[in-house]
């Protein structure tokens, strides 16, 4: 019965950086860094696409940090049913925003390949795209554990 009770609430203090998916938010942090930086340093003629997947970088690393600032000072107070209910919206939200900007951001360096297909900036375009996918995979692992921990609280 603990074991089920464990998986039911949020975690608090270091026991975030122990707990599955929780402990995710480390790589997710990582990879949307990555995405981050190598969106910044790349050129892609599209201004918009390049801020919508700025935005989504910018925002989920945010998101991310704020979150797991909050579970390692146990501001949650023991992972009441809306903490839970926020962790499946945040994690949702950053899952269905990597994922179109992935997609974009994919397409847009397609493009680019037939114009610079050696240079520096499309290598760091195709960076960025990998570091993306794997962002969204994260996201999305993270959400549907946060889901199986919804439904169970």
Not at 7 to 35: K, N, Q, R
Not at 44 to 69: A, E, K, R, T, Y
Not at 129 to 137: D, G, P
Request: aromatic share 14%.
């Amino acid at each position: 019965m603990s074991s089920s009770t464990s998986t039911s609430t949020l975690p608090s203090g270091l026991a975030v950086l122990t707990t599955f998916p929780d402990v995710l938010f480390i790589p997710e942090i990582i990879f949307g860094g990555l995405v981050w930086i190598l969106v910044a340093s790349s050129k892609v003629p599209d201004p918009m696409l390049q801020g919508w997947v700025m935005f989504v970088s910018v925002f989920c690393f945010v998101m991310s940090i704020s979150l797991l600032c909050l579970y390692l000072c146990g501001a949650h107070g023991g992972g009441g049913s809306c903490w839970v209910t926020l962790d499946v919206i945040c994690h949702g939200t950053a899952a269905l925003f990597y994922l179109s900007a992935a997609v974009l951001e994919a397409y847009m360096t397609y493009s680019l390949s037939f114009f610079l297909p050696l240079a520096q900036k499309y290598r760091e375009n195709i960076a960025a795209v990998v570091f993306a996918f794997v962002a969204t995979l994260l996201y999305v692992i993270h959400k549907v554990f946060s889901l199986l921990r919804w439904k169970s609280s």
